[in-house]
């Protein structure tokens, strides 16, 4: 469908548009929202420049596309929830910080029975020499690319994701563990993907450990080559926002210690991925 309010420029073969002549500050007619909805679903992640947004508006963003995400982390994680605003999360890093959210490849919150559909982040402060980019992968990508004998013997298969990997368990917060399926279809789009987040995928259902171990090394591997990603820089008051359901993506610590600091919300999802 063509774009008549908003540019859509993509910024790699697989994935990844930035989308410009749209003021995220200002209500969005209907329109703005149906095309950024579908540059969405066409690219995986969009991006924007320029944006000087307040939680209000980042809030009035995310909610034009489903009720926003509590995440199932709790605190025992790098981002942290706002007190006053429990829907949005600080991510704010500096000298002082031992590691950041989200340095190996993932989509978020697998570990969910229904993981958001999608993240909205937004930084307003980023290092001044460059570093601190995101890259972003498709797992419709990943999946094409699988020979059909791999596609045959993954689909059906399902995996266990473990939220307690990377969420510490508090009096507060039961970190959840689900079973989703490991080739998934878009509830959209209907394409399938590799629905798969190494960082918690601790088990392959209904195969031996050691032949589980394998398919797991396997698809760590598979889901980061390159030619499946694209890589954002950050400017400040830039945002990037995601299809959780089918985009990787994976923060890269190289700025310390450099301040690189934003909010992220997330949307709900509307189910649980659904086999393929
Ligand atoms: C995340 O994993 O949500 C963090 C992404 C980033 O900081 O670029």
Known sequence: MPYETITVTPVSPNIGAEIGNVDLTKALSN??????????????????????????????????????????????????????????????????????SGEVWHTDQSCAATPPMGSILYLHTVPPNGGGDTMFASMYAAYDALSDRMKTYLSGLTAVHDGTRVFAQTANNKVPISTHPLIAKHPVTRRKLIYFTGEVVTKINGVPPAES???????????????????????PHSIAFWDNRCAHHRAIWDYWPNVRSGFRIQIKGTGAPLPA
């Open 31 to 100: 329109r703005q929202v149906q095309e950024i909805n579908d540059a969405l679903m066409e690219y995986l992640v969009i991006f924007f420049r320029d944006q000087k947004i307040d939680h209000q508006a980042h809030k009035a963003l995310g909610r034009h596309f489903g009720e926003l995400h509590m995440s199932v982390g709790g605190d025992g994680t790098n981002s942290k929830m706002l007190a006053d605003d429990p829907e949005v999360r600080a991510l704010h890093f500096d000298a002082n910080s031992s590691s950041v």
């Open 213 to 235: 171990a394998a398919i797991i090394a396997f698809l760590d591997k598979h889901c980061a080559h390159p030619d499946f990603q694209c890589r954002f820089h950050w400017r």
